[in-house]
C-alpha cells in the first residue's frame, strides 16, 4: 500500500503560481504511474496530469498543458506540480493518486480511480 499526503494549495489571485506537493510513503517502489485530478463544487472530477516516475515522463490535460509542470524527488519520494498562470477554472480540490498496474495507467481520465490517493488540497483561485 500507498499512503500519500498532498499540500500546498492555497487562495491566489488570476495569473499567480502554486507548486502542489505529493509525499508518497509506504510501498513506492511498486508504484507505475501517479497524477494529479481535481474536483470543482457542481463539477465532474477531471484528470489534471499524468506521471511515470521510473521513465520520467509526463502527460497533461488540454486545460493545463503549457501551464501545469511535473517534477519528481525520487529521494524523497515527492511529486510535484507547479501550476503556472492560474486561472479561476482551476479552482478546486486537487487529489494525488498512485497505480501500481501499469495497465491501468493509460488514461487521464481515469487517474481518481487509482490504488491510493491522498486526501486532497484547496486550489482556489479569484479574479
Known amino acids: 500500500q500507498v499512503q500519500l499526503v498532498e499540500s500546498g494549495g492555497d487562495s491566489v489571485q488570476t495569473g499567480d503560481s502554486l507548486r502542489l506537493s505529493c509525499a508518497a510513503s509506504g510501498n513506492t517502489g511498486r508504484v507505475s504511474c501517479m497524477g494529479w485530478f481535481r474536483q470543482a463544487p457542481g463539477k465532474e472530477r477531471e484528470g489534471v496530469g499524468l506521471?511515470?516516475?521510473?521513465?520520467?515522463?509526463?502527460f497533461y490535460a488540454d486545460s493545463v498543458n503549457g501551464r501545469f509542470i511535473f517534477s519528481h524527488d525520487s529521494a524523497k519520494n515527492i511529486l510535484y506540480l507547479q501550476m503556472n498562470n492560474l486561472k479561476v477554472e482551476d479552482t478546486g480540490m486537487y487529489y494525488c493518486?498512485?497505480?501500481?498496474?501499469?495497465?491501468?495507467?493509460?488514461?487521464?481520465?481515469?487517474?481518481?480511480?487509482?490504488?491510493?490517493r491522498g486526501q486532497g488540497t484547496q486550489v482556489t483561485v479569484s479574479s
Open positions: 506521471f511515470y516516475p521510473k521513465a520520467s515522463r509526463s
Open positions: 493518486a498512485a497505480q501500481r498496474d501499469f495497465r491501468r495507467c493509460g488514461d487521464i481520465r481515469t487517474i481518481a480511480s487509482f490504488d491510493s
